[in-house]
């Protein structure tokens, strides 16, 4: 009997120990808002291989899909509410959420300057207090937006035009005096093939992704602003880590933020395919040129400010130089 009790005294024991080594392993579900294997998912693919190669046995991330799984604009309500524990998402797809998301991408400074600075910090805090979830990781330094058009302009004055925007730079746009409409992504083909739309902003990497070279015939210079892209974590989930699992997430964030060093060679390849494919650059120099880049950050901030005064004043403080 005393045999007896002791054999299931150890099998208990051996299950209890079995069970606490699979707990160290959590597997969180991940989405993206962009398609996978295309351009703004490009890092995150990669962090998801990076934490499922060294992550194993402390964290590792499922990948849920793309835009099929959740579509662009409900990511975030969906990380949010746990509905995703982790998604690559840009804050221009979650203006409900952060208001003053905005602000990332007027950065002047990278992300590794932020995290020095304090900035990711402040960041961070927003979005937390704001939109319940973990501000991990950014990528798109490096990467900025240009104004693709349908016909040429000969200076910055985008009167009579009409443009597809989104919140990134709506408030320049407008300031340059473009008439301006919102449609998805995936409407934005046929809008230009319609003659709907005379030109649209878009990062300088992606358009070729998306078919939209085809329709485009003109790309103007200089870019201005920045990408990004954010690494979004479940805040009830990131609290429910261990320090280990958080501190995994964490290094694999600084991994992909280093990829971002990439990003000039990768525009340097993406404007030949663009010319290749037929689009023409309209190059602003001289006093336009500063008009665009002027009007592109007082616009843009005015924007910010609008919304919180306050935050505005301290993001703007750290994010420019």
Known sequence: MKIKTLLSAAILATATFNSAALAQEVTLRGVSAFNLGTTFSREFNAFVEWINENGKGVVQIQLVGGPEAVPPFELGNAVQSGVVD??????AFYPNLVPTGDAIH?????????????????????HQEQMNVKYLGHAGDGMGFHLYLTKPITG???????????PVYQAMFSALGANLVRTAPGEVYSALERGAIDGYGWPSQGVLDLGWDEQTKYR????????????????????????AQRAKLEEGAAW?????????????????????????????DGADAEKWLTTARDAGWAAVEAVDPPLAQELRACLTK
Request: proline fraction near 2%; charge should be negative; glycine fraction near 4%.
């Open 220 to 243: 103007v210079d200089p870019s201005f602003y920045n990408v990004d892209v954010n690494l979004l974590v479940n805040l009830d989930v990131w609290n429910s880590l261990t320090d």
């Open 86 to 91: 982790i998604a690559n998402n840009t804050s």
């Open 106 to 126: 007027l950065a002047e400074n990278t992300i590794q300057e932020q995290r020095a600075n304090g900035c990711y910090d402040v960041i961070d805090r927003v």
């Open 156 to 166: 910055p004055d985008l009167t009579g035009l009409t443009i597809r925007t989104t």
């Open 256 to 284: 992909m933020e280093t990829l971002n060093a990439n990003n000039a060679e990768i525009n340097i390849a993406e404007y030949a395919k663009q010319a290749d494919a037929g689009i023409e650059t309209i190059t602003l």
